[in-house]
């Protein structure tokens, strides 16, 4: 499960490098420009979530081991 949610971690982040590079800097806010600015805090989203999920993984184990 560790490795699978790092990979997540990895795609996401290319996501965000790919958008990034889409994104133009004059006019960010028309066009595709506000698609890939979309999909970059989607992105950053999925990332904060995956974060959380192994934080709460880490957490529920050492409870359980420590009854």
Known sequence: MKYFILILILLALGLIGYNITLIDFSTPFDGDSIV????????????????????????????KNSK
Do not use: N, W
């Not at 992105?43 to 184990?61: G, R, Y």
């Open 36 to 63: 890939a600015l979309i999909g970059v805090f989607s992105a950053l989203c999925a990332i904060l979530l995956l974060v959380i999920f192994m934080l709460s993984k880490k957490i529920q184990d050492r409870i």
